[in-house]
């Protein structure tokens, strides 16, 4: 539950970066596999969601880096299970023209254009928050 509140926190003070959900997301994963969930409400959707959205955080981390040439198709694999939920979350952030020129690659990787990269955080941010609230309130039942 610290995590969770930890993660939130992050989050208000607009620090939170890719890193620190990949692990979260780890150890949920851990936890659950060991049959001892860290938080009651562990399920595969919300880790899944946590690591699409992290994904999506850290595009925009390396784009903001200069980096964005070095991500690979492997790096989608190696955190996202099921791209069906990926493609949805970019086709949304299409929509609300928070990514612009979306093309897919043979790899399974997107590649896309974040023109106001302060709009495209604050969205990721409460898509996350969204998924963590949800978490902890489970906590608080």
Known sequence: MEQIKDLLEKIVDNKLVSAEIFSFTDRLRESMRQGTPIVKNASTTNIEL????????QKMEMTEEDRDSQLRAADWREHIEDFSKLKIFVDELQRSELVSNVSW??????????????????YVYWKIQSVLNNMLLFEQL
């Open 105 to 122: 690659n043979v790899g399974g990787m997107a590649i896309y254009d974040i023109p106001n990269p302060a709009s495209y955080r604050n």
């Open 50 to 57: 946590l690591e699409t959205y992290a994904f999506a955080l």
